[in-house]
Every structure is written in structure tokens, then in C-alpha cells.
């Protein structure tokens, strides 16, 4: 097995884009196992690149086609969505600060991303929070952020462990979710440790960072603050996110992410792996 990546590092949480085609789900699940165990590579998720069809000649469309990233487990993933935005501003040849619109898995809307091409900044536009729930641990009451395509919970105070994710999971396994979160906030240190687990794949992988789950702390963060734009510079362990939250009316109106994104090439196989600067 072989496939040509590009690897993105958004805060640390280094994602690979799968680029070569792949046939179906099991192969998907082969590829995702294999990326995310080579220790040279230091994966934390794995989307897979759809590209557009060509225009065909003398057929009008409505509306062009958009690229879509199919995240190893169909989840939704922040992070993994400025990333592809910027890749697709790249690969398109655009210049200078531009609006990309993606697909992505878990999402049944596309997705705004701003990029300066250039400077090799991107933000997304999240989605807002479906639903909000708690859940009682331990004589805590945990805020739980339900967003399409993944759910996270605000574990403040609680020391980040698997021990502790797996608890807090068993609390809200519904057995139907792509992607479940904990954000261990220290809000003493300032500091959110993610960690996500992915069903598709039975894979818990504590995050260097978490673009969908800043967007639950920010959120919850701004939760008692006034109507008006909040930004928050959230720092974990591989660096900052910056989060906007927009609120009116007491209710959040709009979620953005962003920060710079770097990234590598690589051709992976099950024997050797090599990465040269990109």
C-alpha cells in the first residue's frame, strides 16, 4: 500500500491529506490505522482529498463543483478545514487574501475559509453549536457542546488522563456520535489540552491542539460576556488558536478559527516514509 500525502501542521495537529484515490471505507480505515502508528510521521488525524471533476465541454453548471475532505472517521474537524482551505487557494493558484469555499465530512453546509495565501494564515468559519447539554462527574457539572459532526465536553479542573476521557465518555456515548472531545482546560495555566476520539477508527489521540473544540471553550468562555465580537487567543500544548465568538442578543451568531498553517510533502508506504519541505 502506497499513497502520496501532504501533511498540515495547524497548531501541531498535524494532519494528513490523503491525496492518491482510494477505493472504499475499509481501505480508507487501512490508510488512516497506517499514518496514524508511523512514529516518523507524528499524525493526529487523516482527511481524504475529493477532487473536482473537470468542466466537461459544452455542459453548463449551476454552480462549480467545490473540494471536499473526507476525514478518516466522517467527522468534522476546525483545524483540518482552514488547513484545506488554504491547500485549495494553493493548488488553485490564487493570490494574495481570498475566500475559499470547502466540503468537508460532518458538515452538511460548505465552509467559508479566509486565507492569505502569501502569509499562509487561514480562518474558518465554524458551525454553531446545535445543542448544549451537562453532564454531572464527579460532583461537576460539565458543559457538553453538541456540534454537527462532533460533540465536546469542557472537563475544567480535571487533570487530562485517559483514565478521565474514557469516564467522562461512558457518560455521553450514545454509540451514534463520529467524534467525541474532551477539552481539559487548566483556566489557572490558561491552557485547553484536547482529546478526541474517533469511532470510525476506535482511535483516542490526545491533540497538540483542537480547532472545533476551541470553538466549545471559546463559546463557553464568552458565555457570560456582552453582545458584541470576543476574540481569545486559547493556548495548548502545540500553540495558540484564535478564536472569534459573535454574539447578539445574549446567544453566540458566529464561531471563527485561525492561525497559520505550514506544510510538507510526502510519499507514505508501509516501509519507508520521507518528508521533504514544501
Known amino acids: ?29 487501512a490508510i488512516a490505522k497506517a499514518l496514524l502508528a ?11 482529498v475529493v477532487v473536482p471533476p473537470p468542466d466537461e465541454p459544452g455542459r453548463l453548471r449551476q454552480a462549480a463543483p467545490l473540494w471536499r475532505l473526507e476525514m478518516m472517521g466522517g467527522e468534522f474537524c476546525g483545524n483540518a478545514a482552514r488547513s484545506f482551505g488554504l491547500y485549495v487557494a494553493r493548488r488553485q493558484g490564487l493570490r494574495g487574501q481570498v475566500r475559499v469555499d470547502i466540503e468537508i465530512s460532518g458538515m452538511k453546509e460548505s465552509v467559508p475559509v479566509l486565507v492569505d495565501v502569501e502569509a499562509g494564515l487561514a480562518e474558518a468559519a465554524m458551525p454553531l453549536p446545535i445543542a448544549r447539554e451537562t453532564i454531572a462527574y464527579k460532583g461537576a457539572e460539565l458543559p457538553v457542546y453538541v456540534f454537527e459532526g462532533i460533540t465536546h465536553v469542557i472537563a475544567q479542573g480535571i487533570k487530562p488522563s485517559e483514565a478521565a476521557f474514557y469516564a467522562i465518555k461512558a457518560l455521553v456515548d450514545t454509540g451514534y456520535l463520529d467524534a467525541l472531545g474532551v477539552m481539559f ?4 495555566a490558561n491552557i485547553m489540552t484536547p482529546a478526541v476520539y474517533v469511532y470510525a477508527t476506535e482511535s483516542l489521540v490526545f491533540e497538540s491542539s483542537c480547532g472545533s473544540g476551541s470553538t466549545a471553550l471559546g463559546g463557553w468562555l464568552a458565555r457570560d460576556l456582552p453582545d458584541g465580537e470576543t476574540s481569545l487567543a486559547l493556548r495548548q500544548p502545540g500553540g495558540v488558536i484564535e478564536v472569534r465568538v459573535q454574539k447578539r442578543g445574549g446567544e453566540m451568531t458566529g464561531l471563527f478559527i485561525g492561525g497559520p498553517v505550514h506544510f510538507s510533502a510526502s510519499f507514505f508506504d ?8 514544501g
Open 1 to 29: 500500500m502506497s499513497c502520496e500525502i501532504v501533511i498540515a501542521d495547524p497548531a501541531k495537529n498535524i494532519t494528513a491529506f490523503v491525496l492518491s484515490p482510494v477505493a472504499g471505507p475499509a481501505e480508507r480505515a
Open 38 to 48: 508511523d512514529p516518523n510521521l507524528g499524525i493526529e488525524q487523516v482527511g481524504f
Open 185 to 188: 482546560y487548566d483556566a489557572i
Open 270 to 277: 508501509d516501509i519507508d516514509t520521507t518528508l521533504s519541505p
